[in-house]
């Protein structure tokens, strides 16, 4: 399965738009890209997923180069309840039912 | 919009005993999954669930857990004799078509159930 690099922690303030960029130079070619969002004592939440080139939808965007050796989230205008772990997966390879979920990044919306 | 149940929402136990998570999974959702996390650690991938059998599970789903799909809605989670480090948020998740070579899929979480063994 393809390892996932993220910053372990990010600020931002109110009104701010947010990058979250993730590494995974090993991804396959059948894998997808898939960002969760995890609130303290919730289950992960599905934002957005893709496989190449920009996806958007009602709360963010995705950015996949050519290569997708990497991506960015895109979180426009941050509010202080966007403050949450966001996570970067890649998946699925052949015969894997399984997400593998790294320890994400910590963002923190400050007013 | 459907959504994934789970209850109780926190089950205290004493160690040695059996709890059973349940879980009810996206109506049209064919394939079932139990991760867990513990306080301040990663989430970990249990067990996978598809045609009332086991996909996939992982190191930590030894023959203490067992899952099962008891009726057309449900889904459980069984721990038969609870242990101190089994304390965890336990998360069901569901998709639709699962993961597989060659297709994407996206599994939805369910609330969790706080398990704390005393």
């Known amino acids: 399965l393809a390892r996932t690099t993220q910053p372990i922690s990010m600020d931002s303030y109110e009104g701010q738009e947010v990058n979250i960029t993730c590494s995974h130079n090993?991804?396959?070619?059948?894998?997808?890209i898939t960002w969760y969002q995890q609130f303290p004592s919730q289950g992960p939440r599905f934002i957005i997923q893709g496989y190449k080139t920009k996806v958007t939808n009602e709360v963010a965007s995705l950015f996949i180069p050519a290569d997708r050796k990497s991506s960015t989230l895109s979180l426009p205008r941050v509010s202080l309840s966007d403050t949450a772990v966001y996570y970067c997966l890649v998946g699925p390879t052949s015969g894997t039912y399984k997400y593998i979920f790294g320890t994400g990044t910590r963002l923190k919306v400050l007013a | 919009e459907p959504e994934v149940t789970q209850t109780p929402s926190h089950q205290v136990t004493q160690m040695g005993q059996e709890v059973i998570l349940r879980c009810v999974p996206i109506?049209?959702?064919?394939?079932f999954y139990w991760y867990r996390q513990i306080l301040g650690q990663k989430v970990e991938f249990l067990v996978s669930f598809y045609n009332n059998e086991i996909s996939e599970k992982s190191e930590i789903f030894d023959d203490q857990f067992s899952v099962e799909r008891p009726d057309g809605s449900n889904f459980t989670l069984k721990i038969r004799s609870t242990k101190l480090e089994d304390s965890a948020m336990y998360f069901c998740a569901s998709s639709e078509i699962g993961l597989a070579g060659g297709q994407t899929d996206t599994q939805y979480f369910g609330p969790g159930t706080r398990l704390t063994v005393l």
């Open positions: 090993n991804i396959a070619t059948n894998d997808y």
């Open positions: 109506s049209n959702h064919l394939y």
